[in-house]
């Protein structure tokens, strides 16, 4: 009995680090993006905190919609995407963007893809622990399984949180007005791009799926790049 609960133990400590490990690893990536001015690490934290903790709220949310949607289609995937980018990007408005230390347009998108690897994190995490309970106990089979959400799902939702961190930091000397139609723009493109992606993961089967894959990655490095573009914008005097 003792070693039934030993093992147990040890399958869900390697399920959670399974889950989080890729993401710091992407977290290291990011950060390096902005290691000229780098952001107080106990800020980072927190926005990471609050990115896991929109994961969790937005759950029983999703729950609830689901009654009132269809099983199947377009409707459900564009609601559930809407929910899920919403709900990231107020994690990051109350942990991080109305904050005094995020002084310059790059800390938008930092502060964005941090609050979605916190919510990856936690996502992968509930998803590896559902695939080894379904599989019996096979952690090595929901590790496979982990490893193309890790490729998938976190860079998915770390470029659709790029994409409103993108357009906060193109507003980010501007005034109040144009500020709002920027975020809105940036939010509908990230709802777009999420919903696009999830629609036709789901649809695709074998071969095709590389391509989105492939598709998932281009974007991502066009938001890299736009990266670099961010970093050069100053404030006019």
């Given amino acids: 009995m003792l070693e039934q609960v030993t093992l147990s133990q040890t399958t869900i400590f390697y399920t959670i680090l399974g889950g989080i490990l890729p993401i710091l ?13 780098p952001e107080p690490r106990k800020y980072i934290l927190l926005a990471f905190i609050f990115g896991a903790i929109s994961a969790m709220l937005v759950l029983p949310v999703e729950e609830f919609l689901a009654k009132f949607l269809p099983v199947a289609g377009i ?7 809407f929910a899920e980018e919403i709900f990231k990007y107020f994690g990051a408005y109350f942990s991080s963007l109305r904050k005094r230390y995020m002084d310059e347009p790059i800390d938008a998108i930092i502060y964005m893809i941090v609050i979605a690897l916190g919510f990856a994190a936690l ?21 496979l399984v982990g490893n193309m959400r890790f490729i998938g799902a976190t860079l998915l939702h770390t470029i659709s949180s790029g994409v409103i961190g993108l357009f906060i930091a193109l507003s980010f000397y501007k005034n109040k007005v144009l500020k709002m139609w920027y975020l809105l723009i940036g939010i509908t493109l990230s709802v777009l791009l999420h919903s696009f992606f999830n629609f036709f993961i ?11 894959f492939i598709m998932i990655w281009a974007v991502a490095i066009l938001l890299i790049f736009l990266f670099e573009i961010v970093k050069k914008i100053k404030k006019r005097n």
């Avoid at 409707?75 to 995407?81: A, D, E, K, L, T």
């Avoid at 789901?202 to 989105?212: H, L, P, V």
């Fill in 202 to 212: 789901i649809k695709t089967k074998g071969s095709e799926m590389f391509f989105m």
């Fill in 25 to 37: 690893i992407w977290l290291w990536f990011w950060l390096r993006e902005d290691k000229l001015h």
């Fill in 75 to 81: 409707i459900p995937i564009v609601v559930f995407s």
């Fill in 123 to 143: 996502e992968n995490t509930l998803f590896l622990l559902h695939s080894v309970k379904t599989t019996g106990g096979n952690l090595t089979q929901a590790l």
